[in-house]
């Protein structure tokens, strides 16, 4: 048997060889030209092949960041998809709608005004389920050209980050990687959350009324501005006018419904909304000790106000509303809220320097100099 295995040592060498070239048949390959695009070579590279298009630009992308500024490179690219439209070139795009952290509004196009523009220019817009991630970096032009790597459409991938990235020309390839995309379970339009009952920022009076010690006692109001808690303000005024509106201090809340009136995405799954509900409504308890919350199966909350002693005053309904279109700041609503406190006290805020404001509700007077000069631009352009 010892004399057998030189013998058959040689004889499954030789079938490893002969058996390899199988492992990676030739029509398993398409032909190609490629070149490096990596780091700071991808955008003027893709910006390149966006301006040439002729007949089509499919892009998949996990991360289309639009950033706060008017002008970044990913405005310029999404611009160079609407001058791809006015010369007659079809774009589609798949995008992502499952991220880590579903707080991080800034990273989801699927949240911004730029996703309306892009459908009304004629770009056709394909949605991943929630409970699904799309993970690509993929663009492919007239179905020739593939760029893939690992660069998303943000600021910091562009600007920052070390980033690989390959532009291949193969038609060949296109097609595989087109095929692909059509066989992705992915939606052609958002589906509208159905709500189970009305927002809650829906059928309160035009006036509710606040005790002054939510702006008088800095664990309340100003604490919420220092520790830039938009949220829990939003959430504690919606809970008031709705207490109001029933004329009742205890009540259950639907926290999908409640997610939705404070301006929670409706494209955000049911879990998304209540996890982030309940989120606000324990701190609103633990932090601030303005209500008592119970909990039934993470879908509804029995919530009860706590009794805030001393008087109150009224304010307009107007402000409690959610701060989606980012035409009103918490500093500015923080403001106006004061406003209409000095008013019921038969006091000009004009007339009040900008430290005693400060001094008097425990922010700094550089908050209260914004908060006015927005004051001044929001009341203008009433």
């Not at 960041?65 to 002008?71: E, I, P």
């Not at 952290?101 to 196009?109: G, Q």
């Not at 910091?156 to 990687?177: H, M």
């Not at 996890?275 to 919530?303: M, P």
Request: proline content about 4%; aromatic content about 8%.
């Amino acid at each position: 048997m010892k004399k057998a295995t030189p013998f058959l040592v040689i004889l499954l060498t030789t079938c490893v060889f002969l058996c390899v070239p199988s492992l990676c048949a030739q029509e398993d390959f398409t032909s190609a030209q490629v070149k490096d695009i990596s780091g700071r070579a991808y955008e003027p590279a893709l910006i390149e092949l966006l301006d040439g298009a002729a007949e089509s630009i499919v892009i998949s992308m996990y991360n289309i960041s639009l950033g706060t500024r008017n002008r970044n490179p990913i405005r310029l690219l999404l611009n160079d998809l609407h001058e791809a439209r006015a010369r007659n070139v079809s774009v589609t795009l798949y995008l992502n709608t499952r991220f880590r952290d579903v707080d991080k509004e800034k990273v989801r196009l699927i949240e911004n005004p730029e996703l309306k523009r892009l459908e009304d220019a004629g770009c056709v817009i394909h949605l991943m389920p929630a409970n699904r991630r799309l993970h690509d970096k993929l663009i492919i032009v007239d179905s020739r050209y593939v760029v893939e790597g690992s660069t998303n459409w943000s600021n910091s991938a562009l600007r920052g980050n070390f980033e690989s990235a390959t532009l291949i020309d193969s038609p060949g390839l296109a097609k595989i990687k087109l095929l692909r995309l059509e066989l992705l379970p992915v939606s052609t339009k958002p589906q509208i959350k159905q709500l189970p009952r009305p927002l809650y920022t829906e059928n309160i009076a035009e006036t509710i009324n606040v005790p002054k010690a939510l702006l008088e006692d800095k664990k309340y109001f100003p604490r919420m501005l220092t520790r830039q808690d938009e949220r829990s303000m939003d959430f504690y005024l919606i809970l008031m006018a709705h207490s109001q509106a029933i004329n009742k201090k205890e009540f259950f809340i639907d926290l999908e419904s409640m997610g939705i009136s404070l301006g929670m995405p409706d494209l955000w799954s049911d879990s998304a909304l209540r996890r982030q509900v309940i989120k606000s409504l324990k701190r609103l308890e633990s932090r601030y000790n303005l209500i008592t919350v119970r909990f039934f199966y993470g879908k509804d909350a029995w919530v009860e106000l706590v009794d805030v002693s001393g008087d109150s005053f009224s304010i307009a309904s107007d402000i409690i509303a959610p701060n989606t279109d980012n035409e009103r700041s918490m500093r500015l609503k923080f403001l106006l809220i004061i406003k209409a406190f000095l008013e019921a006290n038969g006091e000009e805020i004009d007339s009040i320097s900008t430290s005693e404001l400060a001094k008097r509700f425990y922010v700094n007077w550089t908050t209260i100099n914004d908060a006015l000069r927005e004051l001044r631009e929001f009341e203008g352009s009433r």
